[in-house]
């Protein structure tokens, strides 16, 4: 296939048009086009991710490091009355492979109740865990780490498949992460072993996969995307061209998307013989469809973008997921000096570049997790469980082998942490995506309306208690030196409030912009097929669709469901 960098190089015409070659649009671009009597195209706004910088999407140690960058939309959030006002910066990707090319690399699936969920709430068991199985194995494959560590007992390989993403355990285990599991092996019964997080059982302490294989990152893009256009001529992408809305054909029927590469350039208008795949995730697919006319009625009448579709919830049930971290020195050895150590980065970052190994060549900063859930009798859960099922997690303690630093800390410069962070899996706080123009080239608004429930503070409070009490268990005996000063005080709810309204920042999961439904309810955007709700030949694959955040990482999920959408579109047009 050919990569284009501006609209006026397309000229052929093409079956099916992807807009987003992120974690899903490559998906599906890929499985598509197995199919050679069709043609797909494939538009991303962002840029290639072959350039000069890529090391920083490919490097594992440099995870992190692309937020901000050209690879970056740079968005930024409303200010959070529930963060104190705080406004926090935003990232996409803005690349091939999406937000996979920068995010953190945790391939984490959830449990399964969350793809029973799904298939609740859209009335299609196939959504269901069970039924989804073959697009896991097809899509994900565990490999050895670059130093071939033994991970015997860290993983059940029978829940890993054959698939073109790489994902593995870290090449260096640390002090800390043997005594989280030493933890679970002296209080099996308050901290069970998970022997491995991604079979489904969605709760206890285990290793955590990432994305890694090889020595380095492997995206969306790497595993799927380069692959098809290296060895098929009916695929082809166009960069650097921006999808600024939905083009109605006939009336509902949206096959035809209007392209342009910036505010005042000219306008390209592309039609699918077939139809259109919307996946420019939780952010730009409901922006695109409200630009598009179809969204809430009274918003879109007050940017001034004519009406065609009302779907109120396109934009609505916002929900993403805060970390937040408490810090330890320790008594031991951590990434802390390595990372403090700037010709040792620079001589691991060279090594890197000479043959993909070394430190830099592994995810070594986080390689244990709990995944938890309150106490069964918490007055939390007299408001209702918002987990997915009573084996899915509320929020999760994970440990880093360094210092990781809230909004506004300093990392120290010498010494060894640790850090804990905190995330709430199922925040009941809603959010919403709306327009602040009509033009496609102003950001939406973002408002995550963090912390806006009691059911997530009290959540968050209660995950703080558990990580402090977790590492006064026997197995940390002289491993804790002490808190770093900013959490050495956290000892009434108010004091512990006021850590997480103060530091909590996001973890970059916005989900369920688009979000499924039953195709008799009136309630959600996409139905079990995920079509456009009172649309035509327009669907929506990314992490939008998802009914609620999940009790993982999202990722995993977003691949999962894109495997399966792949094969609903080619039983709507009888492809093989
Ligand atoms: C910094 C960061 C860290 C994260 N860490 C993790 C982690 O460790 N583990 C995990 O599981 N998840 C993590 N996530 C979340 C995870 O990466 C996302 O949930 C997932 O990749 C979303 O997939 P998607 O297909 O919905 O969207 P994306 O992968 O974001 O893809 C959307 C694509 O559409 C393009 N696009 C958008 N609008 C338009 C338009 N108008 N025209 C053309 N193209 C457009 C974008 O440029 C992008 O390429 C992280 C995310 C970020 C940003």
Excluded at 19 to 36: F, H, K, P, Q, Y
Excluded at 96 to 123: K, L
Excluded at 262 to 288: C, D, H
Excluded at 435 to 463: K, V
Aim: aromatic share 8%; net charge negative.
């Amino acid at each position: 296939g050919t990569i284009f960098t501006a609209p006026a190089q397309v000229t052929e015409s093409y079956d099916f048009i992807v807009v987003g070659a992120g974690t899903a649009g490559c998906v599906i671009a890929n499985r598509l086009s197995e199919d050679s009597s069709i043609k797909v195209l494939v538009i991303e706004a962002g840029i290639s991710d072959n350039g000069t910088e890529s090391s920083l999407i490919s490097t594992p140690l440099l995870a992190g490091t692309g937020i901000g960058t050209i690879y970056d939309w740079n968005y930024t959030t409303t200010a959070q009355p529930g963060l104190n006002g705080r406004a926090l910066g935003y990232p996409r990707g803005f690349v091939m492979g999406g937000s996979t090319s920068i995010n953190g690399m945790i391939y984490s699936r959830g449990s399964s109740e969350e793809y029973d969920r799904m298939a609740r709430v859209s009335g299609d068991s196939g959504w269901s865990w069970d039924s989804l199985q073959k697009y896991i194995y097809k899509n994900e494959r565990h490999t050895p780490p670059w130093n071939n560590r033994s991970n015997v007992g860290e993983f059940d390989p029978h829940v890993h498949g054959y698939g073109s993403l790489l994902t593995g355990l870290t090449p260096t285990v640390f002090e800390h992460d043997l005594r989280v599991i030493q933890t679970t092996s002296e209080h099996p019964d308050m901290y069970p072993f998970n022997l491995d997080v991604n079979s489904g059982d969605g709760l206890g302490f285990g290793w955590l996969h990432a994305t890694v294989g090889h020595g380095a990152r492997s995206t969306s893009s790497s595993a799927y995307l380069h692959p098809a256009l290296n060895s098929r001529s009916n695929i082809d992408l166009l960069l650097h061209s921006q999808v600024t809305k939905l083009v109605e054909t006939t009336p509902k029927t949206f096959n035809s998307v209007q392209v342009a590469q910036a505010l005042t350039a000219p306008k390209y208008e592309f039609t699918a013989s077939k139809e259109v795949i919307l996946s420019a995730g939780a952010i730009g697919t409901p922006q695109i469809l409200m630009l598009s006319g179809i969204g809430p009625a009274n918003h879109l009448a007050s940017v001034g973008v004519p009406f065609i579709i009302d779907l109120p919830d396109v934009g609505n049930n916002l929900q993403d997921q805060v970390i937040l971290t408490l810090q330890y020195e320790v008594n031991g050895t951590t990434l802390s000096p390595f990372l403090n150590d700037d010709a040792a980065v620079g001589a691991a970052l060279a090594q890197w570049a000479e043959n993909r190994t070394g430190i830099a060549a592994g995810n070594t900063v986080v390689n244990t997790i709990g995944y938890l859930r309150l106490p069964f009798k918490s007055p939390l859960l007299s408001m209702g469980d918002p987990a997915a099922g009573p084996n899915s997690a509320h929020y999760q303690i994970a440990f880093l082998g360094t210092f990781y630093p809230n909004q506004g800390q300093t990392v120290p410069a010498t010494g060894n942490w640790m850090s804990i962070s905190i995330v709430v899996q199922s925040p009941t706080s809603r959010g919403e995506v709306k327009l602040t123009s009509s033009s496609a080239f102003t950001h939406p608004s973002i408002d995550p309306a963090y912390f806006t429930t009691a059911f997530d503070i009290g959540t968050a409070i209660e995950a703080i208690r558990a990580a402090h009490k977790f590492i006064t268990t026997s197995a940390w005996d002289g491993f804790i030196i002490r808190p770093y000063a900013d959490a050495a005080n956290l000892t009434t709810d108010a004091q512990v409030e006021a850590y997480i309204r103060k530091f909590s920042s996001t973890l970059n999961h916005p989900t369920s912009t688009a979000k499924i439904s039953k195709d008799t309810e009136e309630g959600g955007v996409v139905g079990p097929d995920l079509i456009v709700k009172g649309a035509n030949r327009v669907r929506v694959v990314d992490a939008s669709i998802l009914p609620a955040a999940v009790a993982g990482f999202p990722q995993a999920e977003v691949y999962i469901i894109a495997e399966r959408a792949a094969d609903l579109v080619k039983e709507t047009w009888g492809l093989t």
